[in-house]
């Protein structure tokens, strides 16, 4: 079975959207949460774009150990430069460059010619190969570029020392049949396309980009990009707990696992969801509060009798827990500390007591307490100590 890496941009392209704003505190908590969800790349930023950007590049470089870091970076030395100085020590240093290759892109956002936009991606992959031992390179608005153009682009920038090339659907534009071609457009007209990782990164303007990211993993992707909770730039990215759980109760169809963890999944989403503000959509696939809800009394019937009749995904597969003993004011510290550990949680006394009498306060104003108020609490007690 194909392994396909998991390239999560909450951190970038997610902390991109409007209104959202994590001071570095929330970044570190959101770098080490998608370590423990099992990502294979987090993109933590733009270095060369703030300061701010740059110091939690940083930090999350120096600190993460299991999964490759990286940052994006225009095409240019001054951001690869800057960008250097923020992964050089991390586990596996990779640098993300990019650069439009659509004409609406280089007529009228970058000013430049066809020619001058190869030249100038080629020259900054060369630049980036002298530092860098892994080199990404996406050409921006792929999917509305004139395809000999962008295979033209692809083949140089992987002689030039790239080792994984994105696809971006920039826009949100492209529909899943059209990708797909788009993928197998490349593999026959691309002769190096065999030295490089194919990469897919969709937005969500026309509500596709799931369904996109997966075409382009039955086309030959072998890297996914996508943020928790969908977030990320307009309507939004791939959502990263859709494409991990489609590809694990779909393997049989797309032959593909990625290494997530998938019981973290439900402690990210929320987690995402608390220091970025945007709501999570009770009906949203995998992670909605309604996503493991069955209301119709047929359906209840059907899934007393037997569950598969209308459950495709156990809610333990993404870690929400099944028991459905509903806490509340009366409920004690045992029954506390039960459920904070089938949340995957095991605390000190110390903090079990503190948690307790936030969980006592809560409880005096709220009647059920859920495992998404209970994960707040954690989260702010970690986050405010
Ligand atoms: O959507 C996009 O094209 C991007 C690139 C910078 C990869 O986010
Ligand atoms: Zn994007």
């Not at 395809?147 to 992987?158: G, H």
Request: with cysteine; net charge negative.
């Amino acid at each position: 079975m194909r392994k396909i890496n998991i390239f999560d941009t909450t951190l970038r392209d997610g902390e991109q959207s409007a209104g959202i704003n994590l001071n570095h505190s929330e970044k570190m908590e959101v770098a080490r949460q998608l370590e423990r969800l099992g990502v294979d790349i987090i993109e933590a930023g733009f270095p060369a774009s703030s300061k701010g950007d740059f110091r939690a590049v940083k930090e999350i470089a120096d600190t993460i150990r299991n999964c490759s870091v990286t940052g994006l970076s225009r095409s240019n030395m001054k951001d690869i430069d800057i960008s250097w100085e923020a992964l050089k020590d991390g586990a596996e240093p990779r640098l993300h460059l990019f650069i439009a290759t659509s004409p609406i892109h280089m007529q009228y956002k970058l000013k430049m010619t066809p020619e001058q936009v190869l030249q100038t991606a080629v020259d900054s992959v060369k630049y980036a190969a002298q530092k860098f031992p892994i080199i990404q390179f996406s050409a921006e608005d792929a999917t509305r570029s004139d395809l000999p153009f962008l295979a033209q682009v692809v083949k140089a920038v992987i002689d030039a020392g790239a080792t994984v090339i994105n696809i971006p659907d920039t826009v949100g534009y492209t529909t899943p049949k059209e990708y797909g071609q788009i993928f197998t457009y490349l593999k026959e007209n691309v002769p190096n396309i065999g030295k490089a990782i194919l990469s897919t990164h969709c937005h969500d303007d026309l509500g596709m980009a799931v369904a996109n990211s997966l075409s382009a993993v039955e086309h030959g992707a072998g890297q996914v990009e996508c943020t928790i909770n969908g977030i990320g730039e307009r309507a939004g990215n791939a959502a990263l707990e859709e494409i991990g759980v489609a590809l694990h109760i779909r393997n049989d169809f797309y032959q593909a696992k990625t290494g997530l963890n998938l019981q973290q999944i439900k402690k990210t989403s929320t987690l995402v969801s608390k220091l970025t503000g945007v709501i999570v959509p009770p009906n949203k696939a995998v992670i909605g509060k309604n996503a493991f809800a069955h209301e119709s009394g047929i359906h209840q019937d059907g899934i007393l009798k037997e569950k598969s009749t209308y459950e495709i995904i156990s809610p333990e597969l993404v870690g929400v827990a099944s028991n459905d003993m509903v806490l509340g004011k009366h409920s004690g510290r045992h029954a506390f500390r039960n459920r904070m550990e089938e949340l995957g949680y095991t605390l000190t006394t110390e903090e079990i007591n503190n948690l307790f009498v936030a969980f006592k306060e809560l409880a005096d104003k709220k009647k059920e307490i859920t495992d998404d108020d209970l994960l707040s609490l954690l989260f702010e007690e970690k986050l405010g100590s």
